[in-house]
């Protein structure tokens, strides 16, 4: 992803079109969060958000495109049970405060529109919204 937003020679840029959907993963935002340093993960959120604002920026300043970015459907990884609410630094506190996070940027830039899949698996249940081959 990071290529095709911030190499402007690349496919994105050449196609030039009207909207950009950014559809990123919980599995990966999961991933990414137990790769930081433990002493980071309680900032993990604002890291996401400003990924977030810097592909924003450099996208709606090359062109003329709105962006569509996707909240995080929630995973429980269980690592402090029922205590992950009271936890700055777990992986579900750090999730629910990134798409709240997103909201606010949604709120924030004209041009940001946000795709809820975490209402959605809240409507659908988590089996519906992913699908492990994919």
Known sequence: MDLQVFDPTSEL??????????????????????????????????????????????????????????TYPEINDGVFGNFAAKINMSFLYQQRKTNIALMDLGRQLKDLFICDLGALQSELRYRFVFDPKM
């Not at 969060?33 to 309680?42: A, C, H, I, L, P």
């Not at 604002?46 to 062109?63: G, L, P, S």
């Open 13 to 70: 840029y050449n196609f030039s079109p009207d909207f950009v959907f950014i559809n990123r993963c919980t599995e990966k935002l999961m991933k990414d969060f137990y790769k930081t340093d433990k002493t980071q993960q309680g900032l993990f959120s604002e890291y996401v958000a400003n990924t977030t604002q810097q592909y924003y920026d450099t996208i709606t300043q090359r062109m003329r495109a709105k962006l569509i970015i996707n």
